[in-house]
C-alpha cells in the first residue's frame, strides 16, 4: 500500500536524502520518494504504519510530516535566494533538481553562481555576459595585485635578494599584506561568504574547502606578522621572521577565480541549442488586412490573421499556406536538411525559412502554442531535469567536503608528528593543498554538462527529450512497441487504384468524390483529393447520408450512389460475386483499404486506397534490429492489413485489431518480464501506453495527447527519429561515465597527492599553488568533455 504525507523544512537535495533515508530504517517500509518540488513523501509499505511512527523518527530533526491534507505554517529556515514558479535562475549542478529562483545569487548547496536561464529577451547578450565581465574585472584586479605579492616572495629564492637591499623583509612582509587586501576582500571576497554560508548551513561545498585552505594562510601570515614573539623557532626563517603564506593566498585565490572565470565561458556554450532556436523567431511579421499588408510585432498576431511571408522571410507562427506554394527550409526544427516544397492547405512552423516565392498563410496557432515554443519549452525543462545516474555522484558528494575535511586533519597530524624540520610548516602546507585540489564541483557537473549539450544536440536533430531520465533510459531499450497508421504509414490515405467494372471510369471517379465531398472521413477526403488531382468536374448531389462505420449514401442526378465497405452492402441486401470477392480479399491482402461502389443497385467499380509506409520506416526498422531490440506493431487494422505491412518490414511480431488497453497492457507484461519497453505511436488511442512505456516516443506529426504523455517527441515524425534518440542516448551517456570517471580519478589521485604521499618516496611535494591550478581546472575539463557533445555527427 502507498499513502502520501506533507513534509515541512525541505530546501534541498539533501534534505531530501535525509528524511528518505531516515523513513526507509522503520520497519515494513518498503520505499520512500520524496518531492521536493511539491513539498510531499509517498512511503510504499507491507503493512499500515501508523503516522505517528514517521513523527517519531524525523522529531529532532528540521523536517514534520503531516496528512497529505493537513495545512500547517512553513517553518521559517535560514534565509536562502528568494524562489519562485517564474524565477529564471538555476544552479548549473542541479543540486535541487528544476527548481528556479527569482534573482541572481550562489546556490544554497553547491556554492556555485546560479546560471540564468535563456529567454527571447536575452537570447543575444544574456546575464551570462553579465556575470562573465564581473568576473573578467574582479580577475584583473586580483591579478595586478598577485603579480608583486608573488615576486617579492619569490625573490627570497634568489642569492643576495636585491629588494631586501632596499628593505628589510619585514617591511616587505607588510607590503604583501598591503598588496593582498584588495585580492582577499574585493576580488575573491564572494568565496569567503559562500564558505562561511555553507558552514552556517551545514552544506559543505567546494567553497568550503577553499575558504578554509585560503583563510587559514592568510590568517595565519596575518597573525604571524601582529604577533612574530609567541611563534616557536621552527616558523621562523633564516632571517628571523615568520613565514609568510600571503603569496599562497593570493595566488590560490586568483587561480580560483580564473578557474570560474572558464567556467562561465564554457557554461555559455552549454546552453547555445536554446539561445539559437530563440533566435529562429522573428520580431516581425506582415499582416494582410482588406488588401493592405501592415507590418505589426510578432506579439500582435491572432489566430485567424492572414499573413504575408516574402522570400527568404522566417514564418512568423505556426499556420496553413492560402495562397501561394515554396520552399521551405525546415532544418531548425525538423533536423532534415533536404528544403520542403508546400503548396495550398500545407501546414508551416514558424522560426522555418521561406525559399524564393511569396505566399498567404492563416495563422493558426501564436505564442506560446507554436510547435518553436513548446521545443524551447521542452529543451528548458529537460536540461533542469536529472538523470537517474546522478544519484551516484550525489551519494558521493554528500560524503565529499567532510572526507576531504578529515584527511587534510589527519595530513596535518601526521606531517606534525612524523615529519621533517620544520614540521609545523610542512604540516600546515600540505594541509591547505590537500583542502584546496579536492574538486566536488567537477563530480557534481559531471551529469549536468552532458544532460544540458545533449538535450539541446536533440533539438538541433529533431529528437525533443522532456526528461533526462529518458535519454537516460532510452539506452537500455531492448523492446520497441509501434503503432501503423501515423507512426509507421504516412497517416494519409490516397487513393490507388479505382478499377471500373462496364462503368465509364472518369464517370466513376466524378461520382465517388462528388458523393465523397461531404464527407470528413480521412478516405472520403482521399478520393476528393484523387479526383481534383485528375481534373475531373463534380456533380451536384442530393440527400447525402453518412452511415457511421459503413460509409456514405446519396442521390446523384436521381439515382442513389452508395459508397462504403462490404458491411455496408451486406445491410442493403447487395451480393458480390466471388470473383469480385476475390480481387477484393487479394488486394486487403497487400495492405489496402477496399471501398465499393454501387450506382443505381449496381456494382459499378471498386476503390484501393493505400497508406504509405513512410520512406524512412524501412532502414530504420532494420538499424533498430541490428541494435538488438524487438520490434512489435500493434494495430486497430485489420488483421491481413497489418500482417502485410508487417511482412513488408521484417518485423519480430504483429498484433492486429489491438484497443488502447491492449497497448497498454502489453506494455505492462514486457516489463514485468524484465524488458526495457518503448513505445512509439501518434494517436490519443496510443496515449496509455506512450505514458505506462519506460520511454514514450511520440511522433511530432500526431496529436497533442500523444505527444503531452511521450517522454520524447520526433519534430519530423518518422522512425529514424528513434534511430537518432538511441544513438544520442549511448553518446550522452558514455560522455556522463567519461566525466564521472575524470572527476573520480582526479580527487583519487590529487588528493593523496597533495597529502604527500610521494615524499617518503621520491621526496615531492605539491604547492597549495599547484593545487588551485589542478582544482581550477578539473571543472573547467569536465564542461569542456561536455562540450563534445555538440560536435556529435549522427545521420
Request: aromatic content about 6%.
Given at each position: 500500500?502507498?499513502?502520501?504525507?506533507?513534509?515541512?523544512?525541505?530546501?534541498?537535495?539533501?534534505?531530501?536524502?535525509?528524511?528518505?533515508?531516515?523513513?526507509?530504517?522503520?520497519?515494513?517500509?518498503?520505499?520512500?520518494?520524496?518531492?521536493?518540488?511539491?513539498?510531499?513523501?509517498?512511503?510504499?509499505?507491507?503493512?499500515?504504519?501508523?503516522?505517528?511512527?514517521?513523527?517519531?523518527?524525523?522529531?529532532?530533526?528540521?523536517?514534520?510530516?503531516?496528512?497529505?491534507?493537513?495545512?500547517?505554517?512553513?517553518?521559517?529556515?535560514?534565509?536562502?535566494?528568494?524562489?519562485?514558479?517564474?524565477?529564471?535562475?538555476?544552479?548549473?549542478?542541479?543540486?535541487?533538481?528544476?527548481?528556479?529562483?527569482?534573482?541572481?545569487?550562489?546556490?544554497?548547496?553547491?556554492?556555485?553562481?546560479?546560471?540564468?536561464?535563456?529567454?527571447?529577451?536575452?537570447?543575444?547578450?544574456?546575464?551570462?555576459?553579465?556575470?562573465?565581465?564581473?568576473?573578467?574585472?574582479?580577475?584583473?584586479?586580483?591579478?595586478?595585485?598577485?603579480?608583486?605579492?608573488?615576486?617579492?616572495?619569490?625573490?627570497?629564492?634568489?642569492?643576495?635578494?636585491?629588494?631586501?637591499?632596499?628593505?628589510?623583509?619585514?617591511?616587505?612582509?607588510?607590503?604583501?599584506?598591503?598588496?593582498?587586501?584588495?585580492?582577499?576582500?574585493?576580488?575573491?571576497?564572494?568565496?569567503?561568504?559562500?564558505?562561511?554560508?555553507?558552514?552556517?548551513?551545514?552544506?559543505?561545498?567546494?567553497?568550503?574547502?577553499?575558504?578554509?585552505?585560503?583563510?587559514?594562510?592568510?590568517?595565519?601570515?596575518?597573525?604571524?606578522?601582529?604577533?612574530?614573539?609567541?611563534?616557536?623557532?621552527?616558523?621562523?626563517?633564516?632571517?628571523?621572521?615568520?613565514?609568510?603564506?600571503?603569496?599562497?593566498?593570493?595566488?590560490?585565490?586568483?587561480?580560483?577565480?580564473?578557474?570560474?572565470?572558464?567556467?562561465?565561458?564554457?557554461?555559455?556554450?552549454?546552453?547555445?541549442?536554446?539561445?539559437?532556436?530563440?533566435?529562429?523567431?522573428?520580431?516581425?511579421?506582415?499582416?494582410?488586412?482588406?488588401?493592405?499588408?501592415?507590418?505589426?510585432?510578432?506579439?500582435?498576431?491572432?489566430?485567424?490573421?492572414?499573413?504575408?511571408?516574402?522570400?527568404?522571410?522566417?514564418?512568423?507562427?505556426?499556420?496553413?499556406?492560402?495562397?501561394?506554394?515554396?520552399?521551405?527550409?525546415?532544418?531548425?526544427?525538423?533536423?532534415?536538411?533536404?528544403?520542403?516544397?508546400?503548396?495550398?492547405?500545407?501546414?508551416?512552423?514558424?522560426?522555418?525559412?521561406?525559399?524564393?516565392?511569396?505566399?498567404?498563410?492563416?495563422?493558426?496557432?501564436?505564442?506560446?502554442?507554436?510547435?518553436?515554443?513548446?521545443?524551447?519549452?521542452?529543451?528548458?525543462?529537460?536540461?533542469?531535469?536529472?538523470?537517474?545516474?546522478?544519484?551516484?555522484?550525489?551519494?558521493?558528494?554528500?560524503?565529499?567536503?567532510?572526507?576531504?575535511?578529515?584527511?587534510?586533519?589527519?595530513?596535518?597530524?601526521?606531517?606534525?608528528?612524523?615529519?621533517?624540520?620544520?614540521?609545523?610548516?610542512?604540516?600546515?602546507?600540505?594541509?591547505?593543498?590537500?583542502?584546496?585540489?579536492?574538486?566536488?564541483?567537477?563530480?557534481?557537473?559531471?551529469?549536468?554538462?552532458?544532460?544540458?549539450?545533449?538535450?539541446?544536440?536533440?533539438?538541433?536533430?529533431?529528437?525533443?527529450?522532456?526528461?533526462?531520465?529518458?535519454?537516460?533510459?532510452?539506452?537500455?531499450?531492448?523492446?520497441?512497441?509501434?503503432?501503423?497508421?501515423?507512426?509507421?504509414?504516412?497517416?494519409?490515405?490516397?487513393?490507388?487504384?479505382?478499377?471500373?467494372?462496364?462503368?465509364?471510369?472518369?464517370?466513376?471517379?466524378?461520382?465517388?468524390?462528388?458523393?465523397n465531398q461531404q464527407s470528413e472521413h480521412p478516405l472520403a477526403e482521399a478520393t476528393v483529393r484523387y479526383a481534383n488531382e485528375k481534373e475531373i468536374e463534380l456533380i451536384r448531389i442530393d440527400n447525402f447520408e453518412s452511415i457511421t462505420g459503413q460509409g456514405v449514401k446519396a442521390n446523384v442526378e436521381g439515382a442513389e450512389v452508395l459508397i462504403g465497405n462490404k458491411r455496408l452492402f451486406e445491410n442493403q441486401g447487395v451480393n458480390f460475386t466471388n470473383e469480385i470477392n476475390e480481387l477484393a480479399m487479394k488486394q486487403q491482402e497487400l495492405g489496402k483499404t477496399v471501398s465499393y461502389l454501387v450506382f443505381n443497385s449496381k456494382l459499378v467499380g471498386l476503390i484501393?486506397?493505400?497508406?504509405?509506409?513512410?520512406?524512412?520506416?524501412?532502414?530504420?526498422?532494420?538499424?533498430?534490429?541490428?541494435?538488438?531490440?524487438?520490434?512489435?506493431?500493434?494495430?486497430?487494422?485489420?488483421?491481413?492489413?497489418?500482417?502485410?505491412?508487417?511482412?513488408?518490414?521484417?518485423?519480430?511480431?504483429?498484433?492486429?485489431?489491438?484497443?488502447?488497453?491492449?497497448?497498454?497492457?502489453?506494455?505492462?507484461?514486457?516489463?514485468?518480464?524484465?524488458?526495457?519497453?518503448?513505445?512509439?505511436?501518434?494517436?490519443?488511442?496510443?496515449?496509455?501506453?506512450?505514458?505506462?512505456?519506460?520511454?514514450?516516443?511520440?511522433?511530432?506529426?500526431?496529436?497533442?495527447?500523444?505527444?503531452?504523455?511521450?517522454?520524447?517527441?520526433?519534430?519530423?515524425?518518422?522512425?529514424?527519429?528513434?534511430?537518432?534518440?538511441?544513438?544520442?542516448?549511448?553518446?550522452?551517456?558514455?560522455?556522463?561515465?567519461?566525466?564521472?570517471?575524470?572527476?573520480?580519478?582526479?580527487?583519487?589521485?590529487?588528493?593523496?597527492?597533495?597529502?604527500?604521499?610521494?615524499?617518503?618516496?621520491?621526496?615531492?611535494?605539491?604547492?597549495?599553488?599547484?593545487?588551485?591550478v589542478a582544482m581550477s581546472f578539473s571543472s573547467v575539463s569536465v564542461i569542456t568533455n561536455a562540450l563534445r557533445l555538440r560536435t556529435l555527427k549522427i545521420s
Amino acid at each position: 500500500m502507498k499513502h502520501t504525507y506533507q513534509v515541512t523544512g525541505l530546501s534541498c537535495n539533501g534534505c531530501k536524502s535525509h528524511v528518505e533515508e531516515s523513513l526507509s530504517k522503520i520497519p515494513h517500509v518498503d520505499d520512500v520518494e520524496v518531492s521536493l518540488k511539491e513539498g510531499k513523501v509517498e512511503i510504499e509499505m507491507s503493512e499500515h504504519i501508523p503516522l505517528s511512527s514517521f513523527q517519531n523518527v524525523l522529531a529532532d530533526s528540521q523536517y514534520d510530516i503531516y496528512p497529505e491534507d493537513h495545512k500547517v505554517e512553513e517553518k521559517k529556515l535560514a534565509p536562502l535566494p528568494s524562489i519562485g514558479a517564474g524565477g529564471v535562475y538555476y544552479c548549473p549542478m542541479h543540486c535541487e533538481g528544476d527548481k528556479t529562483y527569482a534573482k541572481p545569487g550562489h546556490c544554497p548547496v553547491c556554492g556555485m553562481d546560479l546560471v540564468p536561464e535563456v529567454s527571447s529577451e536575452n537570447a543575444n547578450e544574456s546575464e551570462e555576459d553579465k556575470s562573465y565581465q564581473d568576473l573578467l574585472r574582479k580577475f584583473r584586479v586580483a591579478t595586478a595585485f598577485t603579480i608583486p605579492i608573488f615576486i617579492i616572495a619569490m625573490s627570497e629564492m634568489i642569492p643576495g635578494n636585491p629588494l631586501f637591499e632596499w628593505m628589510p623583509v619585514m617591511y616587505w612582509n607588510w607590503v604583501q599584506l598591503i598588496l593582498s587586501i584588495p585580492v582577499v576582500f574585493y576580488a575573491t571576497w564572494m568565496f569567503f561568504q559562500r564558505a562561511y554560508a555553507s558552514i552556517r548551513s551545514g552544506m559543505y561545498n567546494m567553497f568550503t574547502l577553499i575558504g578554509i585552505g585560503a583563510g587559514v594562510a592568510w590568517l595565519f601570515s596575518l597573525f604571524g606578522l601582529l604577533f612574530p614573539q609567541v611563534f616557536p623557532d621552527h616558523f621562523r626563517t633564516a632571517s628571523g621572521s615568520i613565514h609568510m603564506y600571503f603569496e599562497s593566498a593570493a595566488v590560490i585565490l586568483t587561480l580560483v577565480l580564473l578557474g570560474q572565470l572558464l567556467e562561465v565561458r564554457a557554461h555559455r556554450k552549454t546552453n547555445s541549442a536554446v539561445k539559437q532556436l530563440l533566435q529562429l523567431a522573428p520580431n516581425k511579421a506582415i499582416k494582410v488586412e482588406q488588401g493592405k499588408e501592415l507590418e505589426i510585432s510578432i506579439d500582435q498576431i491572432r489566430v485567424g490573421d492572414i499573413l504575408r511571408v516574402k522570400p527568404g522571410d522566417k514564418i512568423p507562427v505556426d499556420g496553413e499556406i492560402i495562397e501561394g506554394e515554396s520552399i521551405i527550409d525546415e532544418s531548425m526544427i525538423t533536423g532534415e536538411s533536404v528544403p520542403v516544397h508546400k503548396t495550398m492547405k500545407d501546414h508551416v512552423s514558424a522560426g522555418t525559412v521561406n525559399g524564393k516565392q511569396s505566399f498567404l498563410m492563416k495563422a493558426n496557432k501564436v505564442g506560446a502554442d507554436t510547435l518553436l515554443a513548446q521545443i524551447i519549452g521542452m529543451v528548458k525543462q529537460a536540461s533542469r531535469s536529472r538523470a537517474p545516474i546522478q544519484k551516484l555522484a550525489d551519494k558521493i558528494s554528500s560524503y565529499f567536503v567532510p572526507a576531504v575535511v578529515a584527511v587534510s586533519i589527519i595530513t596535518f597530524l601526521v606531517w606534525l608528528v612524523f615529519g621533517p624540520e620544520p614540521s609545523m610548516v610542512y604540516a600546515l602546507v600540505n594541509a591547505i593543498a590537500v583542502l584546496i585540489i579536492a574538486c566536488p564541483c567537477a563530480l557534481g557537473l559531471a551529469t549536468p554538462m552532458s544532460v544540458m549539450v545533449g538535450v539541446g544536440k536533440g533539438a538541433e536533430l529533431g529528437v525533443l527529450i522532456k526528461e533526462a531520465a529518458s535519454l537516460e533510459k532510452m539506452n537500455q531499450v531492448n523492446t520497441l512497441i509501434i503503432d501503423k497508421t501515423g507512426t509507421v504509414t504516412e497517416g494519409k490515405p490516397s487513393v490507388e487504384q479505382v478499377i471500373a467494372f462496364d462503368f465509364d471510369q472518369e464517370k466513376l471517379i466524378s461520382l465517388m468524390a462528388s458523393v465523397n465531398q461531404q464527407s470528413e472521413h480521412p478516405l472520403a477526403e482521399a478520393t476528393v483529393r484523387y479526383a481534383n488531382e485528375k481534373e475531373i468536374e463534380l456533380i451536384r448531389i442530393d440527400n447525402f447520408e453518412s452511415i457511421t462505420g459503413q460509409g456514405v449514401k446519396a442521390n446523384v442526378e436521381g439515382a442513389e450512389v452508395l459508397i462504403g465497405n462490404k458491411r455496408l452492402f451486406e445491410n442493403q441486401g447487395v451480393n458480390f460475386t466471388n470473383e469480385i470477392n476475390e480481387l477484393a480479399m487479394k488486394q486487403q491482402e497487400l495492405g489496402k483499404t477496399v471501398s465499393y461502389l454501387v450506382f443505381n443497385s449496381k456494382l459499378v467499380g471498386l476503390i484501393i486506397l493505400s497508406d504509405q509506409i513512410k520512406n524512412t520506416s524501412r532502414q530504420a526498422i532494420q538499424e533498430l534490429k541490428e541494435k538488438g531490440i524487438k520490434i512489435i506493431m500493434m494495430t486497430g487494422d485489420n488483421a491481413l492489413t497489418a500482417q502485410a505491412v508487417a511482412d513488408d518490414l521484417e518485423l519480430d511480431e504483429v498484433v492486429a485489431e489491438c484497443l488502447p488497453e491492449d497497448k497498454m497492457n502489453r506494455v505492462a507484461k514486457l516489463k514485468e518480464a524484465g524488458r526495457v519497453v518503448a513505445m512509439a505511436g501518434d494517436g490519443i488511442n496510443d496515449a496509455p501506453a506512450l505514458a505506462l512505456a519506460d520511454v514514450g516516443i511520440a511522433m511530432g506529426t500526431g496529436t497533442d495527447v500523444a505527444i503531452e504523455s511521450a517522454a520524447i517527441t520526433l519534430v519530423k515524425g518518422d522512425l529514424h527519429g528513434i534511430v537518432k534518440a538511441k544513438a544520442l542516448s549511448e553518446s550522452v551517456m558514455s560522455n556522463i561515465k567519461q566525466n564521472l570517471f575524470f572527476a573520480l580519478a582526479y580527487n583519487g589521485l590529487g588528493v593523496p597527492l597533495a597529502a604527500g604521499a610521494l615524499y617518503p618516496f621520491f621526496g615531492i611535494l605539491l604547492s597549495p599553488m599547484i593545487a588551485a591550478v589542478a582544482m581550477s581546472f578539473s571543472s573547467v575539463s569536465v564542461i569542456t568533455n561536455a562540450l563534445r557533445l555538440r560536435t556529435l555527427k549522427i545521420s
